[in-house]
């Protein structure tokens, strides 16, 4: 993927799952130097509406940590698993947006309609970040 990235001139945002991150840290240089930008996806990769936001705290900074270890600098995006909380319906999926905004984050998500404005932002290439080569590799998911 990133051999593709790197020939088409093509910088993406890479939103790091912690736990995979760890797993494939060798990576992570190589996406900072060939013009990517990071992101955050959490370290397990919950359900955001679903955990306490002690708990989210933690796994946002857990990733951030590593991160900031790997490349010495921090990532200010986030996206959250499964971006249900990104368009909240309910008062419990807007909580975790009000603590991540205190927390410095800006979030987004990849829009479901593909539109230029959010495919220029958001190459959510999750290769990284989620199933290894699973279906969900190009959908941002
Ligand atoms: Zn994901």
Redesign the pocket.
């Known amino acids: 993927m990133l051999e593709i990235l790197h020939r088409a001139q093509v910088p993406a945002t890479f939103?790091i799952?912690g736990l995979k991150g760890d797993l494939n840290a060798q990576l992570l240089p190589r996406l900072v130097d060939e013009g990517h930008e990071i992101g955050n996806?959490t370290f397990p990769?919950p359900n955001v509406a679903m955990i306490r936001p002690q708990l989210l705290s933690l796994e946002l900074n857990a990733t951030e940590r590593l991160v900031e270890s790997r490349l010495g600098r921090r990532s200010v995006l986030l996206?959250p698993?499964?971006?249900e909380d990104v368009e909240p319906e309910t008062p419990e999926q807007v909580k975790p947006l009000l603590l991540t905004g205190d927390l410095g984050y800006y979030t987004y998500h990849q829009a479901p309609d593909h539109t230029p404005a959010s495919t220029q932002l958001n190459v959510a290439l999750?290769w990284l970040?989620?199933e290894p080569g699973g279906s969900?590799a190009l959908s941002?998911?």
Do not use: Q
Request: net charge neutral.
């Open positions: 939103c799952v996806h990769h996206r698993p499964d971006a999750l970040a989620d969900r941002g998911a």
